[in-house]
Nanobody, 119 residues
Framework: QVQLVESGGGLVQTGGSLRLSCVAS????????MGWFRQAPGKEREFVGS????????YYTDSVKGRFTISSDNAKNTVYLQMNSLKPEDTAVYYC????????????WGQGTQVTVSS
């Protein structure tokens, strides 16, 4: 079965940095996208960014461009979300997820890791 496990969340001050990790198992990564999402209390889940597993192409939502960077270590089946210049509005539970290239949705999700940015 597919399993995704996020880690690296915590409490940081405004302007600080965190690096999240997502370790995947039971999934074929060729022609897959690994995505990062976040959800703040009382708000809708939001797409943060993604990386194509076979090519390494990255995509980001406008609010995090220039601050967040997605990378991967394919040999370790791990994707990373480096978050710099954090703002209070970045506070959320962060999730990783997997989508097949020709699928319209992300079918597999981790359980999330909490990121809290103090003002």
């Amino acid at each position: 079965q597919v399993q995704l496990v996020e880690s690296g969340g915590g409490l940081v001050q405004t302007g600080g940095s965190l690096r999240l990790s997502c370790v995947a198992s039971g999934v074929t990564f060729t022609n897959y996208f690994m995505g990062w999402f976040r959800q703040a209390p009382g708000k809708e889940r939001e797409f943060v960014g993604s990386i194509s597993w076979n090519r390494g192409d990255t995509y980001y939502t406008d609010s995090v461009k220039g601050r967040f960077t997605i990378s991967s270590d394919n040999a370790k089946n791990t994707v990373y979300l480096q978050m710099n210049s954090l703002k209070p509005e970045d506070t959320a539970v962060y999730y990783c997820a997997v989508r097949q290239k020709y699928s319209p949705s992300y079918a597999y999700w981790g359980q999330g890791t909490q990121v809290t940015v103090s003002s």
